[in-house]
Structures are given as C-alpha cells and as structure tokens.
C-alpha cells in the first residue's frame, strides 16, 4: 500500500510528503481518543467545514488536545480554533441555563389557551349575530 492510500484508509501514520512521520509533543491526542472524542482529518480541495465535523474538533479540544497541534494537524489558525470553542461553551452555558418544565405549569398555560380559544369563538359569533337583521341587528338612527 503506497503512502496516499494509507491516508485513505486511516490504518497508519500521517506521513508527510517529504516522507519524515509527524513528531508528537504529548499525549493529548491519545488522551482525546481514549476518552471517546472522535477523530477528525483535513479537509480535502474543496471542502467546507460542516456543523458535525467543527462539533468533532471542539469535541476533541474540550477532551484536551493541545489547540496548537490540532491547528498544524488541521490545517487551521489557532485563532479559528479558539473561536469554535468560545461559540460552543458559550451554547452549552445557554442551554444549561434553561429553566425545566414544570408540568403543573404546562397544565395551567394549556387550560388557559383554551379558554382564549374559546372566548374568541365566541366574540366572533356574537359580532356575526349583530350584523344579521333581527331584534339584535344594528339599528341606523333616524
């Protein structure tokens, strides 16, 4: 298998094209697989950075890879990095933030749509009984 197709397969190394094999600094990347934090390549020509696969790198930056060797990994400024994740701690502290659902609440709001609904059928029909002629018509003034 020549070097183009092991970077296909995800089976060896990255091996860059001068042939030398990337230089690790730490465990980070090791760490992040450990923990579940899935593995994301470089994008190929062409390609844009989806909603999942930006999800996979903060994933992974979150699990404590280094910001610095997932840049050089992914070709990416650091700054693009540290964004992403600045976006999604900032979504997961509004999220957290949420108040629950109280079902006696939802209850009561739900009886009260209701007795909206009904109240406004029935302003309707007595707006249409006043239009039609008869002891409740409008009568015009002489």
Do not use: C, Y
Request: no cysteine.
């Amino acid at each position: 298998m020549n070097e183009i197709e092991d970077r296909k397969t995800g089976d060896g190394p990255v091996v860059s094209e001068g042939g030398r094999s990337p230089f690790t600094l730490s465990t980070g990347h090791a760490a992040s697989v450990a923990l579940g934090a899935p593995t994301v390549e470089p994008l190929g020509p062409g390609q844009r950075w989806s909603a999942g696969r930006k999800r996979a790198v903060v994933l992974r930056l979150l699990a404590g890879d280094s910001v610095e060797l997932l840049s050089r990994e992914l070709g990416l400024p650091v700054f693009k990095l540290e964004q992403w994740r600045q976006k999604a701690e900032a979504a997961l502290d509004s999220a957290l933030k949420e108040r629950e659902a109280n079902a006696a609440e939802d209850g009561q709001l739900a009886a009260a749509l209701r007795r909206v609904g009904e109240l406004s059928m029935e302003n309707e029909l007595l707006r249409s009984r006043i239009e039609r002629p008869g002891p409740l018509g409008r009568r015009r003034s002489r």
